[in-house]
């Protein structure tokens, strides 16, 4: 069974860096895909990085590039999203969602087929 | 970016009606579209892709169909369990990844 454990989450001042994790089982990590969604309160869906199973590319939402970078360790099995220079509308649930093959190709990207249950990051003074 | 447009936003619904949610795109995405169910307070979760593949365990009175840029999501016979907001999500290789905005499936 695919499990995936985030952390991190919290209360930040507009401004401040915080680093989510991603623990993942289940499954064997270095194969896929993995990326970071985010839900603001009472809102819908924001796609918000992805990084390649062989962490060679990786991409970013326009809103958090050059603020946010996503890594992973695959010998951890572990994803990671850097958030630097947080602003209040950085303030979501951030789901962690693993990839449904290794990164982009045929045409397509990976969609997500399992999301852990999400931390909620507050930007806030 | 492909802007995905989902509707209704919102939809009340009875036990055992039959319920489509559609989904249209601003450009061609072939058949990379994908539909999840979330719940409130849990995780969204993948019950078509490919536009009308269903994935392992999800029941079969959810169907997913296509036209072109549109693309549709019935609900044979509402379910109790079925009361749930759903997404629809682009996943071609030519634009980053985009949901729609979510139709709020509602008791009626």
């Known amino acids: 069974e695919v499990q995936l454990l985030e952390s991190g989450g919290g209360l930040i001042q507009p401004g401040g860096s915080l680093r989510l994790s991603c623990v993942a089982s289940g499954f064997s990590f270095t194969n896929y895909a993995m990326s970071w969604v985010r839900q603001a309160p009472g809102k819908g869906l924001e796609w918000v990085a992805v990084?390649?199973?062989?962490?060679?590319?990786?991409y970013y939402v326009d809103s958090v590039r050059g603020r946010f970078t996503i890594s992973r360790d695959n010998s951890k099995n572990t994803l990671y999203l850097q958030m630097n220079s947080l602003r209040a509308d950085d303030t979501a649930v951030y789901f962690c969602?693993?990839?449904?093959?290794?990164?982009?190709?045929?045409?397509?990207?990976?969609?997500?087929?399992?999301w852990g249950q999400g931390t909620l990051v507050t930007v806030s003074s | 970016d492909i802007q995905m447009t989902q509707s209704p936003s919102t939809l009340s619904a009875s036990i055992g009606d039959r319920v489509t949610i559609t989904c249209r795109a601003s450009?061609?995405?072939?058949?990379?579209l994908a539909w999840y169910q979330q719940k409130p307070g849990k995780a969204p979760k993948l019950l078509i892709y490919k536009a009308s593949s269903l994935e392992s365990g999800v029941p079969s009175r959810f169907r997913g169909s296509e036209s072109g840029t549109e693309f549709t999501l019935t609900i044979s016979s509402l379910q109790p369990d079925d009361f749930a907001t759903y997404y629809c999500q682009q996943y071609i290789s030519s634009s980053p990844w985009t949901f729609g905005q979510g139709t709020k499936v509602e008791i009626k």
């Open positions: 450009q061609s995405i072939s058949s990379w």
């Open positions: 990084i390649s199973n062989s962490e060679t590319s990786t």
């Open positions: 969602a693993k990839g449904s093959k290794g990164f982009c190709s045929g045409g397509s990207c990976p969609l997500f087929d399992s």
